[in-house]
Structure formats: C-alpha cells, structure tokens
C-alpha cells in the first residue's frame, strides 16, 4: 500500500448541527463514498471531496464494514471524529489491482491542514558592519558544521538562522564534503551577502532515518526576504494589457509597457517583471512562440509567477527556482479548519462564506501612547535592506494591548508607508511621532499572501467587507507576445452549493446525512 497515502481529517460540529455530507453506498461503486457536501460546511471546509472514499473511521477500518454499521460508529463519536479518506481515483485503482487498503499509509489532516513533512531552510544574509553574526562549530570525527554564536538581533537571527543549524549549501553549493576551512574561505569569498540552506536537528534526523539527501529543492523559502508574486487575473477586451519581451543579453520573458488601467496593472504586474510560468508551467527554457502559446491555451483566465528584479537575483544567488516558492503556496493553500470557521460570520450561503473566509485576510491598525517603559516592543529589519517587522513584544505592554504582536510586517507608520524604508528611516518616522504611534501591520502569513495576490495593503482593507472582497476575488491575469488590455472583471456569481442528485433510487444505494 506503499503508493496510497490517505489523508487524515478530523472534524467537529456545533451541537445542533451536521458534519455537512452525506455518507452513501451506490449501486455499481465500492465502497463508502463522501456526497452532497455543504458548503461552507464542516466536512467542505475541511477539504473532503465529493466521491472520496472513507477507509477508517475513529481509526477503524471500515471499508469492508457495512453501510449502517459505519453510520453507527460515527453517530457514536459525539462531536468530533477523524476519517481516513482517500480519493476516487486512486481508491478505484486500489481496488483493481488487489491492495490491501487497511495497511496504507495515512498523510495526517487536522481540520484540514495537511502535517507536512519537516523541510529545511533557505536563509538569505545581508553582511552589516559587526559581519553576518554567526560563528560555525565542527567537532572533530563528526561530520557536519553547524551554527553558533547566532547574536539576537543579528543579521542571521534575523534571517532565519538557529543555534545548532547544520549548514548544507553556501550560494546553492553544497559544503557538506567541505572541511571548515574550506568552508569559511567560500563565506568570506562570497562577499557582502550570502544564502545558506540549513536544517534542524529534528528535520535532520527525519531525512535521514529516510535516507533522503537533502538538497534546496526540499526547502521552504518561507525565511527569504522577497517573494515571488503569484498574479491571477481575467483577459478583458483588448487582452491583459502588456507585452511580454525577451532581451539579447538577459535570459527569461520579460513584462514591459503595461497599460494604464489594464488587467496587468490591477492585478499588480510591474515593469520588468520576469515570468517564471504560466498556469504553474515554468516558462523558463521555452521560446517567445511557446509562452505565448500557452497564454492562448489558457482562454480568458491565467495565472502567472512573476519576480522582480531583486528577487529574482536572490534566488539565482541560491541556484532555486521561484517554483520552490509556488509551490509551497500551492501546498499551504488548504483550507480553514472548521474551529477557524467558527470564528468567522457564520454561513448562511456559499457568498457568505467566501467572503467571511476572505475577511481573515487583513492587517491590523495599532495605535499606541508612549509610557515610561516605551512601546514595548522591537523593531527588527535586515540591514541594507527594506521591510521591517516586529519582535520582542513585551506582554501587557503598551504594543500588545494594542494588538501587536511578534513577527508583524510593519505596513505603515502613522499614516506612512515604509515598506520601502530602511530600518533607519523607519526608526527615524517612529522617534519623530512623539508620544504617538499608530502602525499598519499584517501577520507575516497574511502579509505573504496578500503580497501573492498583488493586493496592495492599506487601511482599506480594515474597512468594509467590500474592499476585502475586490482584493480577495481571485481574478485570473495574464500575459503574452501580444498586447493585452484588461476590462473590469464583472463580479462573478457565487458559486452555487454543490448538490449531487441521488443515484439511481435502486435499493442498493444507501446515503446517511452525517
């Protein structure tokens, strides 16, 4: 049962209320098949799809049991219980080919977030005047050399670094041959900046009890300073408003002369940004003739990658492809747990849920009276380079009874966006406030997935849910060889809930709402 892994997903209902599907057996289909799921329901929410299979139920394994016997055990788990479920397709293939489905392994989901496996890290390292602010350690007869000395505040604590992180790869080579010397001679060959892929002990542990090498392709980009930007957008009447160029000494496709009011700029596309793919098709390796052919395979919809210059240079710096970004969006793209929905407006239909889903996408707007003991908080940043964010924050103070919180994106200052500003302008603006401070921040997730979007962050987005939901509509945008204009995308209808009619009213099909 090597090949099938289950998902795991545990669900919990209010009183009074159902899991949101219904549970049947079908004539013609094997199994106990997931139906009729509600929107906005628990079971939805939580990431069940219609035609799935449920293997165990409370970690019994049910497939061979029968329809009412499966019914009871769940009726008899109360308010909560955990389904192991696997998908259509594969569960059909399992079937056919005579593999035991209670030995298979189980990817585990709680409310709908996947537990991923550990990843290493990439760490991008700006030198300040005091240098990096890490020391390496080896021990002689061990292999592996390893963080310490990482100074709070520091440049790699900054940066993501860790007391006893093993380093892997300096600059997308990897070291772990290297002895120490050799390795500080590549660091102080590397000049003003570095980016190092690092693990843990346990993620160490976890790769090697596995035997899996450890390389960049397995990493969370997470720690990177910059982000590739995730632009979705729909082709108005005289396309997306763009032309997409290749350049004799530059390699890549390239956004140029974006018109005014188009689909590009909405969707937040900037001058020479370069295109890393198209529908999550790399792009990188084609020619001019077959990116634009995949645009015109996308229609009216397409969802681009994109990166700015100074990104760009930091991945190329670690040898990584923006993919490695796009794809941990991808993965992380679940959605909300049941007990999150809770605390949104409750749903009372598809629109409504959307958007309360949506509205958790803001930041935050803390306004602050200086005491004698501050603010109560620290303002952190990499040295050399823009974006701020917090830390340090001292509990009852000043900045956590306005709601700050640690590893906040500083968005605003008083009105000012510094997004843009050094750590010293920022440090500057906030000193020149007086007794006052208020500061636009956003949780650094929502931040990130703003920023994907190209939503631009401002105290719109505190207001009403209208402003949310501009942002929020994912409005597919693309580009190509040819010009592209961008109309208004008119607001789509809400999705209607998803209703299967019954199977066949033959007595062999059976359907329980749970």
């Given at each position: ?21 219904y ?11 997931i ?9 939805e ?5 219609d ?5 165990r139920?409370n ?7 029968s329809?009412?016997?499966?019914v009871?055990?769940?009726r008899?788990?109360g ?6 479920i ?13 593999e035991?489905?209670s ?9 709908g977030?996947?537990k ?6 990439l760490?991008?390292?700006?030198k300040?005047?005091?240098?990096f ?5 080896s ?6 050399l390893f963080?310490?000395?990482v ?8 940066a993501?670094?860790?007391l006893?992180?093993r ?11 290297c ?21 843990d ?31 979705n ?26 018109d005014?009011g188009?689909p ?11 295109l890393?793919?198209?529908d999550?098709k ?10 634009v ?7 009216n ?8 210059k100074e ?14 970004f796009y ?11 049941y ?22 996408l803001?930041?935050k707007l803390c ?7 501050g603010?109560?908080f620290h ?9 701020q964010?917090?830390?340090d924050?001292?509990k ?5 009874m ?18 843009q500003s ?5 440090v ?22 703003l ?5 631009t ?7 009403e ?5 501009v ?5 597919p945008e693309?580009?190509?060889e ?9 607001e ?20 329980e709402?749970?």
């Amino acid at each position: 049962m090597a090949g099938y892994k289950p998902k795991v997903i545990s669900l919990t209902k209010r009183p009074g209320h159902t899991f949101g599907f219904y549970l049947r057996v079908e004539q013609g289909e094997e199994g106990h098949l997931i139906r009729c799921l509600e929107m906005g329901g628990p079971a939805e929410l939580a990431g069940m799809k219609d035609g799935e299979r449920i293997l165990r139920v409370n970690g019994t394994f049910v497939d061979a049991m029968s329809h009412s016997e499966v019914v009871d055990i769940v009726r008899n788990s109360g308010a909560s219980v955990t389904f192991h479920i696997l998908d259509e397709a594969s569960y059909k293939q399992a079937k056919a080919q005579g593999e035991n489905l209670s030995g298979s392994q189980s990817t585990p989901v709680v409310n709908g977030v996947g537990k991923q496996d550990p990843k290493p890290k990439l760490c991008y390292l700006v030198k300040s005047s005091s240098g990096f602010g890490f020391s390496l350690r080896s021990v002689k007869g061990e292999q592996g050399l390893f963080m310490t000395e990482v100074t709070p505040g520091s440049v790699a604590h900054r940066a993501g670094v860790k007391l006893n992180d093993r380093l892997l790869e300096i600059n997308g080579e990897n070291i772990e041959d290297c002895t120490h010397d050799q390795v500080v001679d590549k660091i102080k060959l590397a000049g003003s900046s570095l980016m190092v892929l690092l693990v843990d002990e346990e993620t160490d542990r976890f790769y090697g009890n596995k035997r899996i090498k450890i390389g960049a392709w397995l990493a969370t980009a997470k720690y990177l300073p910059h982000k590739p930007r995730i632009i979705n957008m729909t082709k108005g009447s005289d396309g997306y408003g763009f032309l997409l160029r290749e350049y004799p000494r530059q390699t890549g496709h390239f956004i140029k002369d974006i018109d005014k009011g188009s689909p590009a700029e909405r969707a937040g596309i900037k001058e020479m940004d370069r295109l890393v793919a198209v529908d999550g098709k790399e792009v990188d390796g084609c020619s001019h003739e077959q990116v634009v052919d995949r645009f015109r395979q996308s229609g009216n919809n397409c969802c681009l990658l994109v990166v700015d210059k100074e990104t760009d240079q930091i991945y190329k710096q670690g040898k990584v492809s923006p993919m490695l970004f796009y794809e941990e969006m991808q993965e992380s793209n679940s959605p909300p747990s049941y007990t999150e929905a809770l605390n949104l407006p409750a749903p009372v239909r598809p629109s409504t849920t959307v958007q309360g889903r949506k509205e958790e996408l803001r930041p935050k707007l803390c306004k602050m009276e200086k005491t004698s003991a501050g603010y109560g908080f620290h303002l952190n940043g990499i040295q050399g380079m823009c974006g701020q964010y917090i830390k340090d924050v001292v509990k009852g103070g000043v900045a956590d009874m306005a709601g700050l919180e640690d590893d906040d994106i500083v968005v605003e200052v008083n009105g000012v966006n510094v997004e843009q500003s050094s750590h010293d302008e920022v440090v500057a603006i906030i000193r020149s406030c007086g007794s006052s401070l208020e500061m636009l921040v956003a949780k650094r997730n929502v931040y990130d997935e703003l920023k994907a979007k190209g939503v631009t962050i401002t105290r719109l987005l505190l207001g009403e849910t209208s402003y949310a939901q501009v942002h929020y509509a994912d409005t597919p945008e693309t580009s190509t060889e040819e010009r592209h204009e961008k109309e208004a995308r008119p607001e789509s209808p809400p999705e209607p809930a998803k209703e299967r009619s019954s199977s066949s009213s033959s007595e062999d099909s059976f359907d329980e709402r749970l």
